[in-house]
């Protein structure tokens, strides 16, 4: 069957942007740091702002402080002195009611005596203003003959720069991308573009990109909202034709007979939650279909995420076959083990783990129970990705905190087994909106009740002022036989820093607290971070009562005895990452309290978000805030959540589009899964103009 390519109409928009016209290698530089190095990136850099240079009165009328376009009689030229530079270049102007003065520092004679040769009429435009009682403009933004005035006098876009690009050079380059872009067939349903009353891409790309008001620059304008569909549309057709793919590859039905997993319930002792049955029945009926599963388990920490995972890997060993569970931290790794390892020790099934720790024989032994089917169960970090390890055979894959994981790494364990089934779990629930721009319709259980006996985190917050009042807390705490987490700020791009206050912090501490104060960070090596916090959460001697920290601790480590924990600096932090850490708390018998200390610093949005935290401790409800707090790009950091990058698309103005577009996929995969019609083919060239080529080869052929 040929290999269908990019269709050729697009090509003029997939060349180098050095093609066009006015762009050179040095400018092509510029433009590819700016948007991308293809013709195509230039047509989606849309303007962010207008100029009206429309005004055009008589100098004698003239407002100043406005732009102004005039109509000007070049009278004299005034050059500096050749020994003062400082001295501007002035060109002396006039039209039949007043007269101005151009203004130029350091201006190139030669440029100006060709640009605006004295006696003749040009157009001037730019912000003129008021000095000492006569009118001048420095720097005029375009000097043009009468000729062009259509083009100078008009509303013009202002498009985003990066330095070694002026507007002028830009606006060029762009013009001259739009300029190559074709008329393409439609791929709308018709009835959509008729009730919307959009134009044709075409057009509103043009549209796009010739505002002629500010409210043309709202993304609820009909060009960008049309725009923004379109490339909706094609990434949900896109997640659909891969997905549709992935399901089609023959599962294998795993049904098991429940002999393991009732014994797994049985040890338990404690009453599943009722969300967590519904999982476990939902994963079970995918495991059993003829499909691959590709589920998404989310639920807060604690919500009991790690026994769901357990029933489906049961499932598997129950067919004769083997699960793995990976974490993307190696203390995580562990937990999910310590957790794990003594259930299925309940049903006598063997598990091991493995991380990147494990070296030499006790590896060796550890490979050759996974290979030869020996061992069922295994819990590990990227260290199951490795080459070397082999499975006799793999039925079901989870991956915890999925989104920490690089897509390759999540398919080169999809790859260890033929079909194998894929849960995946995440404690940073995903918001509505986000997950349908991410995944398309993917499979989800959400575990949203607290298991019985939690009781809620009481949260204050406190300007870190108030760290005395902290320190005083702490110590009523110690006094009553509590355990305290101290986390310290978070200060991006350097660990160094991040280290250094914690370390500080510690010191501090341990000249009020002594020796019950205990320090772990990213820094330490593992070892060392393990017998900390055994010491910390396990009561080994001698005991640590207060831990500070940095982030290491986010995800993982339960310590139930832990009562309090102070957070400094806590709107530095993410929403989803503190509500996270205060997860870490409030798993034992007494009450706990969660203590967000702000500095100085924190505007009105960080006083928002840390409110949210206040008042609610249902990590769902935090996500959706958080997104609209945030916008979408930063609430999980665009690449590690494996959303899409959008260019035409604002989530937060666009999201009713969004499952439009989805119901709008759906039908044309039930109608037209390989794209045969004529609006299937209009939709494979959507698909090309917003590079999801890779989809395009799962459209069936027919
Ligand atoms: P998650 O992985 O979602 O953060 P875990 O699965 O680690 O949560 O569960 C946290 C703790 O709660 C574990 O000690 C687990 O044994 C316990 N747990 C799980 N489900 C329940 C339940 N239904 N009732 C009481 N405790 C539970
Ligand atoms: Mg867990």
């Known amino acids: ?108 004679a030669d440029y100006l005596t060709s640009a605006l040769p004295e006696g003749e009429k040009r157009l001037v435009s730019g912000t003129a203003e008021l000095y000492d009682g006569k009118l001048q403009m420095t720097h005029p933004d375009i000097v043009a003959k009468l000729s062009e005035r259509d083009n100078v006098m008009r509303v013009q876009p202002v498009y985003a720069l990066t330095e070694g690009l002026s507007q002028n050079v830009l606006g060029k380059a762009i013009t001259g991308a739009l300029e190559r872009a074709p008329v393409l067939a439609e791929w709308l349903d018709p009835a959509l573009v008729a009730q919307r009353e959009w134009s044709s891409w075409h057009d509103a790309l043009t549209a796009a990109h010739m505002p002629r008001e500010l409210s043309d620059l709202d993304p609820a304008s009909p060009a960008r909202m049309r725009l923004a569909y379109d490339e909706l549309l094609a990434s949900q057709l896109a997640i659909m034709l891969v997905r549709s793919h992935v399901r089609k590859q023959a599962g294998r039905p795993i049904t098991g007979n429940g002999r393991l997993r009732s014994r797994v319930l049985d040890a338990l002792p404690f009453e599943m939650t009722g969300s967590q049955k519904t999982a ?130 999540r398919l080169l364990l999809a790859e260890k087994g033929a079909a194998v089934d894929v849960l995946l779990m995440t404690a940073t629930p995903i918001p509505r909106t986000l997950m349908l721009a991410a995944y398309g319709d993917l499979d989800e259980s959400q575990l949203r009740e607290k298991p019985a006996g939690r009781k809620p985190v009481k949260t204050t917050t406190a300007s870190v002022d108030r760290l005395e009042d902290a320190v005083a807390g702490v110590q ?92 400094e600096h806590a709107e530095r932090f993410g929403l989803a990452q503190l509500h996270q850490l205060r997860g870490r708390i409030g798993r034992g018998e007494r009450d706990a309290t969660c203590l967000l200390l702000y500095g100085h610093e924190i505007g009105q949005t960080g006083r928002e978000r840390l409110r949210v935290l206040r008042d609610t401790d249902d990590g769902f409800e935090i996500a959706e805030q958080d997104l609209r707090l945030r916008g979408a790009g930063d609430v999980l950091g665009t690449r590690q959540s494996g959303l899409p990058e959008f260019r035409m698309v604002d989530l937060e103005a666009h999201g009713e589009l969004l499952a439009m577009a989805r119901d709008d996929a759906r039908l044309i995969m039930d109608r037209d899964p390989g794209l045969e019609s004529a609006r299937g083919d209009a939709l494979r060239t959507l698909l090309y103009l917003f590079e999801r080529d890779a989809a395009v080869r799962y459209a069936r052929s027919g």
């Open 476 to 567: 009523r705490q110690l006094d009553t036989g509590g355990k305290v987490f101290w986390v310290c700020p978070l200060v991006e791009e350097s660990e160094t820093i991040d280290v250094a206050a914690a370390t500080a912090r510690h010191t501090a501490l341990r000249e009020r607290f002594g020796d019950r104060v205990g320090l772990v960070h990213g820094k330490m090596p593992g070892k060392e971070k393990d017998a900390v916090m055994a010491r910390f959460a396990d009561g080994v001697e001698p005991v640590i009562d207060v831990l500070v920290a940095t982030t290491v601790i986010e995800v993982g480590v339960d310590v139930p005895e832990a009562t309090v924990m102070v957070i």
């Open 280 to 409: 476990i029945v939902d994963i079970e009926e995918d495991m059993g279909s003829e499909h691959r599963m590709l589920r998404l388990l989310q639920g807060d920490v604690g919500s009991g995420k790690t026994v769901v995972a357990l029933m489906a890997m049961l499932t598997a060993v129950e067919a004769g076959r083997q699960a793995a569970l990976m974490a993307p931290t190696e203390i995580l790794a562990r937990q999910h083990y310590a957790t794990i390892a003594p259930l299925a020790k309940a049903a006598g099934v063997p598990c091991v783990l493995l991380t990147g720790r494990d070296k030499g024989k006790a590896r060796a032994a550890i490979l050759e129970g996974l290979a030869a089917g020996d061992t069922p169960l295994v819990v590990g970090t990227h260290a199951l990705f490795q080459g070397d390890i082999e499975f006799d055979d793999l039925a079901v894959a989870v991956v915890d905190e999925q989104h920490r994981f690089g897509v390759h790494q």
């Open 1 to 108: 069957m040929p290999q269908r390519a990019r269709p050729e109409i697009l090509f003029p928009l997939f060349a180098p942007a050095t093609a066009l016209k006015g762009v050179g290698p040095r400018i092509g530089t510029h433009i590819e740091r700016l948007v991308g190095p293809q013709i195509v990136d230039l047509i989606w850099h849309l303007p962010g702002g207008i100029v009206d240079r429309r005004y055009s009165p008589n100098l004698v009328d003239l407002e100043a402080a406005r732009v102004t376009t005039l109509e000007l009689t070049v009278t004299k030229h005034h050059a500096p002195p050749v020994a003062n530079r400082r001295i501007p270049y002035r060109i002396d102007c006039r039209d039949d009611t007043g007269e101005i003065t151009l203004v130029y520092f350091h201006g190139r």
